[in-house]
């Protein structure tokens, strides 16, 4: 079609509307006027920026967030003077202000009234929105994930606006990880519901929003979220593979604590994948990081508990289930949960991964005890994703239906009726 914007006159952009979207990086609204005043369908914008119908209903709907080199693009094909959006292109101008506005204008962020007056950031706005975000994730073990998740989602918002209005001061620096966090904790609520096209959605946002805030060791805690995630979804070489960008991100001398998750993240990924070897060879790397790491005083953030070896065992009973090795597996839960006391919802995981190891074991009685317990707290805390664990737990085992076996299918079927 060879559409650009370079046919609207100067006063177009001086409409309103069209001002303060350019003036918030509203792209939602600033996409919209530009489709109205040329009288474009979506489709035929969609077409203009090179990008999908469906990719471009979203963005007007708001639910598609836009990277810098996005909107850049986006604004340059379209014929937005840049100047006003206040990005400007690569080159002319001043290299501070760039990276100043490069860690908000990815967030397009959100129209807000113009009536409305905000108070700018000031020393105490990062420590709050963090206060928010661990307050929600202390109620997270003990609460159903769908009772947290609106208000996650607009924790998330919260911290998009304050980025946006921290930008020009000296703030926005100590804003801008909270991005980051409050999306890491939404993609887990939203992970533990089983809507997991949206929580893989918020871990790569945290996963952006960390780059953006320039914090490599953030960065590599969320690669590493969303590297967990990718494994337990059945997708091991892609969260092996981001393991791999979260190991770069820490650089040549990782925090004890950093080295040991992340190679227990990539065990379980070699494991996924029966490669033993490879398991085993990370299971031995964390050992000798979390040696290390007795000799230090407290982890680094964003980890907030120190890696020790109740967690280490924790992670290799794991590994050991997936490699088919069961009597290793039940002993290393045994070791684990001696100095380890899980959350709710975690211990629930906990159980019916000690009870697939039973099962494999010939204990199927043992294990079908301890799966209907984690199918109690699956129904009590409205996990979808322990819930979803005990049915995959009910279809792996192919042995003869006994009297507990029975009653374990009746009050499974009770939950989806």
Same mark, same amino acid.
């Given at each position: 079609?060879?559409? &650009?914007?370079n046919?609207?006159?100067?006063?177009?952009?001086?409409?309103?509307?069209?001002?303060t979207?350019?003036?918030?990086?509203?792209?939602?609204?600033?996409?919209?006027?530009?489709?109205?005043?040329?009288?474009? =369908?979506?489709?035929?914008?969609?077409?203009?920026?090179?990008? +999908?119908?469906?990719?471009?209903?979203?963005?007007?709907?708001?639910?598609?967030?836009l +990277?810098?080199?996005?909107?850049?693009?986006?604004?340059?094909?379209?014929?937005?003077?840049q100047?006003?959006?206040?990005?400007g292109?690569?080159?002319?101008?001043?290299?501070?202000?760039? /990276? &100043?506005?490069?860690?908000?204008?990815?967030?397009a962020?959100?129209?807000?009234t113009?009536?409305? +007056? $905000?108070?700018?950031a000031?020393? #105490? =706005?990062?420590?709050?929105l963090?206060?928010?975000t661990?307050?929600?994730?202390?109620?997270?073990?003990d #609460?159903?994930?769908?009772?947290?998740? /609106?208000?996650?989602v607009a924790?998330?918002?919260?911290?998009k606006?304050?980025?946006?209005?921290?930008a020009?001061?000296?703030?926005?620096?100590?804003?801008?990880?909270?991005?980051?966090?409050?999306?890491?904790?939404?993609?887990w609520?939203?992970?533990?519901m089983?809507d997991?096209?949206?929580?893989?959605m918020?871990?790569?946002?945290?996963?952006?929003s960390?780059?953006?805030?320039?914090?490599?060791?953030?960065?590599? $805690?969320?690669l590493?979220?969303?590297?967990?995630?990718?494994?337990?979804?059945?997708?091991?070489q892609?969260?092996?593979?981001?393991?791999?960008?979260?190991?770069?991100r820490?650089?040549?001398?990782p925090?004890?604590?950093?080295?040991a998750?992340?190679?227990?993240i990539?065990?379980?990924?070699?494991?996924?994948?029966h490669?033993?070897h490879?398991a085993?060879r990370?299971?031995?790397?964390?050992?000798?990081?979390?040696?290390?790491g007795?000799? #230090?005083? +407290?982890p680094?953030?964003?980890?907030?508990?120190?890696?020790?070896?109740?967690k280490?065992?924790?992670?290799?009973a794991?590994?050991?289930?997936?490699?088919?090795?069961?009597?290793?597996?039940?002993?290393?839960? #045994?070791?684990?949960l001696v100095?380890v006391?899980?959350?709710a919802?975690q211990?629930?995981?906990?159980?019916?991964?000690?009870?697939?190891?039973?099962r494999?074991?010939?204990?199927?009685?043992?294990?079908?005890?301890?799966?209907q317990?984690?199918?109690?707290?699956?129904?009590? $805390?409205?996990?979808?994703?322990?819930?979803? /664990?005990?049915?995959?737990?009910?279809r792996? $085992?192919?042995?003869p239906?006994?009297?507990?076996? /029975?009653?374990?299918d009746?009050?499974?079927?009770? =939950?989806?009726?």
């Amino acid at each position: 079609m060879g559409h &650009d914007g370079n046919g609207l006159q100067p006063e177009f952009w001086a409409r309103p509307l069209v001002a303060t979207a350019l003036a918030e990086c509203d792209m939602a609204t600033l996409l919209d006027e530009v489709r109205s005043a040329h009288g474009w =369908t979506q489709s035929q914008l969609a077409h203009a920026v090179g990008y +999908s119908q469906s990719w471009v209903s979203k963005v007007l709907r708001g639910q598609q967030m836009l +990277s810098v080199d996005q909107i850049r693009d986006i604004a340059r094909t379209l014929g937005v003077p840049q100047y006003l959006l206040r990005i400007g292109d690569r080159g002319g101008e001043d290299p501070t202000k760039r /990276r &100043d506005f490069s860690k908000v204008a990815f967030l397009a962020a959100l129209p807000v009234t113009p009536s409305i +007056s $905000y108070r700018a950031a000031d020393e #105490t =706005t990062a420590a709050s929105l963090a206060a928010i975000t661990g307050a929600q994730r202390r109620l997270e073990s003990d #609460t159903p994930a769908r009772e947290l998740a /609106r208000g996650a989602v607009a924790h998330v918002e919260l911290t998009k606006r304050a980025l946006v209005r921290s930008a020009e001061t000296p703030f926005a620096i100590e804003v801008c990880p909270t991005v980051s966090e409050a999306a890491g904790f939404a993609a887990w609520l939203h992970a533990d519901m089983q809507d997991i096209g949206t929580a893989r959605m918020f871990y790569r946002f945290a996963v952006d929003s960390a780059r953006r805030a320039e914090h490599p060791l953030l960065e590599a $805690y969320m690669l590493g979220s969303l590297a967990a995630f990718e494994i337990d979804h059945d997708d091991p070489q892609l969260g092996l593979s981001m393991v791999a960008q979260a190991r770069a991100r820490t650089g040549s001398h990782p925090p004890p604590t950093a080295r040991a998750w992340l190679a227990c993240i990539e065990a379980l990924g070699h494991a996924a994948r029966h490669d033993a070897h490879g398991a085993l060879r990370c299971l031995r790397e964390a050992e000798l990081a979390v040696a290390a790491g007795e000799r #230090t005083v +407290s982890p680094p953030w964003p980890w907030v508990f120190p890696f020790d070896p109740g967690k280490l065992a924790g992670y290799r009973a794991l590994v050991m289930v997936r490699l088919g090795r069961p009597q290793d597996a039940v002993a290393a839960f #045994t070791e684990s949960l001696v100095s380890v006391r899980p959350a709710a919802k975690q211990q629930a995981l906990l159980m019916l991964e000690i009870a697939t190891a039973r099962r494999m074991a010939g204990e199927v009685d043992e294990a079908f005890t301890l799966a209907q317990e984690a199918l109690k707290a699956g129904v009590v $805390y409205s996990s979808e994703r322990v819930l979803q /664990r005990v049915r995959r737990f009910r279809r792996d $085992y192919e042995g003869p239906p006994s009297l507990l076996v /029975r009653e374990f299918d009746d009050r499974l079927r009770s =939950t989806v009726v």
